[in-house]
């Protein structure tokens, strides 16, 4: 670019004597031309490195931006993930606290069932103590009975030994009179007449009948009950058990005994297990 702006100036003096003034007036026009094309071509070159500097400066920018934008996606990847996490986790919780609720619900029914056998037991053991002080009663009304009536047979046997005690007295009074009217009319010599009456002698009786035995009860005809068993719910004992069918906590030895071969220790017991009831 230069030569081309120095080319005009390098024919100068080829124009010289026909016009030096105005070829001088030429050249320093053309420098005047030169300098502000010069000062154009720096300005374009400032201008060039500013827009360099700019591009490079956008181009920065432009990597930061998707560098950010990376990050965002990167960020609302985690948050997303979080978001479903934590919904496994909300969900797990809601289903572990159903669970539990459920349980709660189960063990409740449970303890009902419990209480309300708990309380038939003792009704049933109230039922059977009745019954049994009903039967203690009517054996004691009917020993009374039996004593009164053996108290009325030894009257009865003492009255009759009284009364035949007075008949040999009186028996006795008589032959004493029948001996005396005899050696009476023996010295008088009024033959002896004996009295119309004659009494006899009553055997008297020395000890009181016997009151007579009952009859022995009839027992009952042995009726063969099927093999009772019982299968162990969850939360039950050997007490429990025991109560159950004896109205009594303390007879669960005898659940063992019958049950030997599959209870050898009374800790194993457990929900499930078949247990025969003697």
């Known amino acids: 670019m230069k030569l081309r702006l120095l080319l005009p100036l ?19 026009q053309l420098r005047r031309d030169f300098a502000t094309v010069q000062q154009q071509r720096d300005t374009l070159a400032e201008q060039l490195a500013q827009a360099k500097r700019d591009a490079e400066t956008l181009l920065a920018e432009r990597d930061a931006l998707r560098a950010e934008q990376e990050a965002a996606k990167t960020q609302l990847a985690a ?4 978001a479903v996490e934590a919904s496994e986790a909300v969900r797990a919780q809601k289903e572990a606290e159903m669970t539990v609720d459920m349980t709660v619900r189960a063990y409740a029914i449970k303890e009902q069932e419990a209480i309300e056998a708990v309380k ?17 009663a009517a054996l004691a009304e009917a020993a009374r009975t039996a004593t009164e009536r053996d108290a009325a047979k030894q009257a009865e046997t003492a009255a009759l030994a009284a009364k035949a005690a007075m008949q040999n007295e009186l028996y006795a009074a008589q032959i004493r009179i029948e001996n005396l009217a005899r050696a009476l009319a023996a ?3 009024v033959p002896f007449a004996p009295t119309a009456a004659t009494l006899t002698p009553t055997p008297v009786a020395t000890e009181a009948p016997a009151p007579a035995e009952p009859a022995p009860a009839t ?8 093999l009772r068993t019982h299968t162990v719910a969850d939360g ?4 429990i058990i025991s109560f159950k069918y004896y109205q009594s ?27 025969v009831i003697p």
């Open 236 to 239: 039950e004992n050997l007490s």
């Open 120 to 136: 038939a037991a003792q009704v049933a053991a109230e039922k059977q103590l009745a019954a049994e002080q009903a039967r203690d």
């Open 10 to 28: 390098l024919a100068l003096p080829a124009f010289a004597p026909t016009g030096f003034a105005q070829n001088t007036e030429s050249a320093a």
């Open 187 to 189: 010295r008088s010599g």
């Open 79 to 82: 948050a997303q993930t979080s």
């Open 249 to 275: 906590p303390n007879k669960w030895d005898k659940i063992v005994a019958a049950n030997r071969a599959k209870l050898k220790n009374p800790d194993m017991l457990r929900a499930g297990m078949v247990l």
């Open 219 to 226: 027992p009952p005809a042995q009726v063969s009950s099927p």
